[in-house]
């Protein structure tokens, strides 16, 4: 659509900042003193203890092993009984740390009420225009508390130089653990507002940023609209589906399709669901002692089988198992989609710590940069594409396009099918009925004859000479008459 739809009436994407320490070590440190206070963890001292705690960071990388100076039934049992959601929100750096000030399209908000600690890929973040009802908990299909028109709400901003989402954020150090990614920073997560934050399942990017950074995210955002009349069509042929259209989610996007699937796989093979991942209904939630299952099966749970036939030879791995299938999941017919471009600059707080409040923007007077870094987040234009999926021309309108164009350069029309019909079969079969018929009676006639047929007809001699007058009565009474006859 040529003219596009105004950014205003999009939803701003969902934005999730999570730093790259998963483990708190004020937190970890209170738990370690907290657990060598029981009775069965009397053989260990307080070094040993943070070690074994340490194990904790398995849960949320599977791509590491074990190195041999601790097993996870161990730390099972040194935790005792513990809920593993629980225990690792607990442990997970917080919000009222990471995130000093905040704005929201130019007017200063308070951070904790712009931004939820909410769960994603990465464990427990802090989130901000996540719409999702449920953190750990994944509906059944036949939940109804999701509905369309759910994408009509959500947080909006405009196009304008100072709009958008604006973030201090501040990378404490001295309470670092255990980091997922080996470097320090953030990470800046973004998605669509009622997706699951899950880089495999689609409409996810990340960005690393780091301290003494400021950091701007140009938004580039497009819309598609499908008709309801491609719904007829089916699956094979338009590849997409509506939200009500799956009995496999209660409200289908691509994302929670992709997303079930793999959880499903998970279930199947280890018989849990790994806690950074929403919850299934009468599924057990994965704990350390189903970590060398999850290992074991974390590369294939990342890579999803397409639904393509026959298989390439680019994805040859699927051959040999090495994806998962999930033909169920299509793109959604109806989706907002969104790009990032990044651009980082390095600020220099030494600097910036001697300016004057009068000349700082009003919501970073007061601040210490040491050790902090900035976001912006903004559209990077007025206008979003747009695009419409419809159906193109249905039956009868392919008929009357053909005729057209048949009665436009050679004047056919209707009139001249039903003539071409009625010559070629009726016309036809009759004339060839009657070739027959007269052939039938000239071979009848030959036999019956058993003679030539003469091509001229013998000659009446009476029409070279004229009829014979008649004999009248009285002449034929003469004696003399009947004596010549009879002689």
């Known amino acids: 659509m040529p003219e596009g739809i105004s950014v205003s009436n999009i939803i701003f994407p969902a934005v999730g900042i999570c730093s790259n320490n998963r483990i708190s070590k004020r937190a970890v440190t209170e738990l370690s003193k907290h657990l060598l206070k029981a009775e069965r963890n009397k053989k260990y001292d307080e070094e040993e203890m943070m070690r074994l705690l340490f194990g904790l960071g398995e849960l949320y990388d599977y791509q590491t092993s074990n190195d041999g100076n601790m097993s996870h039934m161990t730390l099972h049992e040194v935790l005792g009984d513990y809920d593993v959601h629980e225990l690792m929100q607990s442990l997970t750096p917080r919000c009222e740390d990471l995130l000093l000030r905040c704005v929201w399209n130019t007017e200063p908000k308070s951070c904790l009420d712009l931004f939820d600690f909410r769960l994603t890929i990465n464990g427990y973040c802090c989130t901000f225009n996540y719409l999702r009802v449920y953190d750990s908990k994944f509906t059944d299909k036949d939940s109804s508390s999701r509905s369309i028109d759910m994408y009509k709400y959500g947080n909006k901003s405009t196009f304008d130089f100072d709009t958008g989402l604006k973030i201090l954020l501040r990378l404490n150090e001295s309470d670092d653990f255990y980091y997922n990614v080996p470097m320090q920073g953030a990470q800046l ?107 074991i099966y974390y590369a294939q749970s990342i890579a999803v089988r397409p639904d393509v036939e026959p298989i390439s030879e680019a994805l040859e791995l699927d051959l040999v198992g090495g994806g998962i299938p999930c033909p169920m999941c299509l793109p959604t017919c109806s989706k907002t989609a969104y790009s990032y471009d990044f651009n980082n600059i390095i600020i220099y707080p030494e600097y910036l710590n001697t300016v004057p409040d009068n000349d700082r923007e009003n919501w970073l007077q007061g601040v210490n940069f040491t050790g902090t870094s900035i976001v912006h987040l903004k559209y990077a234009s007025e206008v979003a594409n747009c695009y419409g999926q419809n159906v193109i021309m249905k039956w009868f309108d392919l008929i009357s396009n ?72 009285q002449f034929l009474m003469n004696p003399r008459v009947k004596r010549l006859m009879e002689n």
Not at 213 to 228: G, H, L, P, W, Y
Not at 438 to 454: M, P
Not at 457 to 465: D, H, M, Q, S, V
Request: charged letters at 20%; a positive charge; glycine letters at 4%.
């Open 402 to 473: 053909i005729g057209s164009t048949c009665g436009f350069v050679t004047g056919f029309s209707f009139v001249s099918v039903l003539e071409f019909i009625y010559f070629f079969t009726v016309k036809l079969f009759r004339e060839i009925e009657a070739r027959k018929r007269q052939n039938i009676r000239i071979d009848t006639f030959n036999h019956s004859k058993n003679e030539k047929i003469n091509k001229y007809p013998k000659i009446y001699w009476n029409e070279l000479t004229g009829a014979t007058p008649r004999l009248q009565p």
């Open 189 to 295: 997560q973004f998605s669509d507002a009622y997706d699951f934050p899950d880089g495999p399942s689609g409409s996810f990017a990340m960005q690393i940023i780091s301290s003494s950074v400021q950091m701007t995210v140009m938004v580039s955002a497009s819309f598609t609209e499908a008709s309801r009349d491609i719904q007829h069509v089916s699956l094979n042929l338009r590849r997409c589906r509506f939200y009500d259209e799956s009995d496999y989610l209660p409200l289908y996007t691509y994302s929670d399709c992709m997303l079930k699937c793999r959880m499903s796989f998970l279930l199947d093979k280890c018989n849990c669901t790994p806690f950074n991942m929403p919850k299934m209904e009468n599924a057990r939630t994965c704990d350390l002692r189903d970590i060398p299952c999850l290992q």
